[in-house]
DNA sequence: CTGCAGCCTTGATCTGCGTCAAAATGCTGC
DNA sequence: GCAGCATTTTGACGCAGATCAAGGCTGCAG
């Protein structure tokens, strides 16, 4: 189903003038958890941290694997995912630029991380980043705000899984790409740089149904098409209503 | 589908010569977050607690209520639950003695919280124990790592409800409910305190597929029913494997 | 340009689980 | 014990989505 890639090797950060201070001209770092700490002990944080680059397809951890870093996402998209022993497939999420990855303080990974498109983050050995943490509390506040957020988004997604419909999944799935575009200020164009394979697999449907909730969506002008990987939403209300949106979703969200 | 019941007022804490610092005496502390604060500051828990006990089927709180206390379980079980418009249910998760509740650092509670049977918890104001964390990191890292676990947990139940069989996920639902009570001593007779409604939209099943898989499970003499809500495992392995458990599931796992 | 290889879409058919219905079982109060 | 009610189990049938099977589109190599 999805090919394993060879395991990349970590990139040492390339000092340079024009990054001597990474961290701080980082575009992702409002958004994230490094956001967290005050410019002036950005230090510390280039101190620890290597950068890394995967191609589409390539793997950055499985599951299971030792569970050594944490990462920070900071350009492409990310398909995290388990299996069964058979081979079926459950993609448990797609992260973008600012999201975190590895936030298991467990021993090993749950699930496999692989590159969708060209990837980069930030990586940060575990044990240093947590001594990171015990300097500074508000990072170890942020860090249990994204996993409580993380947690509401899982439970969304098992009331998608158990309950709704294959259009509803699907008009759902379109549905929070765009709200995620929005906050970075697209408005109505979501591009899915994923495969049918892998948005089946994370909505618990075939690559048939997909294409075929799809194209209902294009027929009843919900969305239309720009190329096969990219639409625009034309009706948004429509489309949050098949979503089984809540009624406030108009209102910003903010990490 | 769930009845609403009246929401109970909170009982203020009786202080007696027989439970002058309960915290101590808790029989769950072990297990919970508040294991991670020293013995001689558990002064400072107690100070902010209060004692709740709700009846079966009484709401705690609300999918959209204002979030502002966190609660742990101390006896009974309690079922999370998410709702659709028309009244569609998703429930969860099920919850049992030294969990905890409640661990939105968000505005409002994202999903409801009702009790299955006689429930008792500990509740603790939100903004007072946050105040607490400060004063206790290590209180906050078991936080995080309980987050840590509960997002394992549902990526867990997200394969279930994605790509497993209606057997798999009844077998999967009693394999997980045999390690829990595992832990806590019980060896093979698992007991199911929720009815089949609640079973079933955990694992995005009707009741009678619920109920025909169990019936399956009896004839394959997988498991053995003592009463309708209490089952004996026959056949621990085979339940694993119907499971999709992987193959180190005998270890212990702590919290 | 042409040919090939991956994806994606569409159509026809099949099936696991949902739906509808009714009987069996268990629980409570008398 | 027995009546009455709720819950669970079992059976018959239907349907949403899976499976099987063609094409169609797009991008790349030559």
Chains 1, 2 share one sequence.
């Not at 701080?24 to 958890?33: G, T």
């Not at 509803?168 to 929005?182: C, G, K, N, W, Y």
């Amino acid at each position: 189903m999805s090919s394993p890639g060879a395991r990349p090797l970590i990139q040492p950060l390339q000092r340079t003038t024009a990054d001597a201070n990474p961290c701080a001209a980082c575009k992702v770092r409002d958004l994230s958890i490094c956001g967290a700490i005050e410019p002036e002990h950005l230090g510390k944080l280039d101190a620890i941290v290597m950068h890394k680059k995967l191609q589409a397809g390539e793997t950055l951890f499985f599951e299971g694997d030792r569970s050594d870093s944490l990462y920070i996402l900071t350009d492409g998209c990310v398909r995290l995912s388990k299996m069964l022993a058979d081979g079926r497939r459950q993609v448990t999420g797609f992260l973008f630029p600012s999201d975190f990855l590895g936030l298991a303080l467990r021993e090993r990974y749950a699930y496999s991380a692989e590159a969708v498109d060209a990837v980069s983050l930030c990586r940060y050995p575990k044990n240093r980043l947590e001594a990171l943490l015990d300097q500074f509390p508000a990072m170890e506040r942020r860090l249990l705000a994204v996993a409580s957020n993380e947690l509401a988004a899982a439970q969304d997604q098992m009331l998608l899984l158990g309950r709704k419909t294959a259009l509803e999944r699907v008009a759902s799935f379109i549905f929070i790409l765009m709200r995620r575009m929005q906050l970075k200020g697209r408005q109505d164009v979501v591009s899915l740089p994923m495969t049918r394979t892998d948005i089946g697999d994370y909505l618990g449907l075939t690559i048939e149904t997909v294409s075929r909730s799809l194209s209902k969506l294009k027929r009843d002008r919900v969305v239309r098409f720009l190329t096969a990987q990219d639409l625009q939403v034309v009706d948004a209300k429509r489309l949050a209503a098949l979503a089984g949106a809540d009624d406030d979703w108009q209102l910003a969200t903010t990490i």
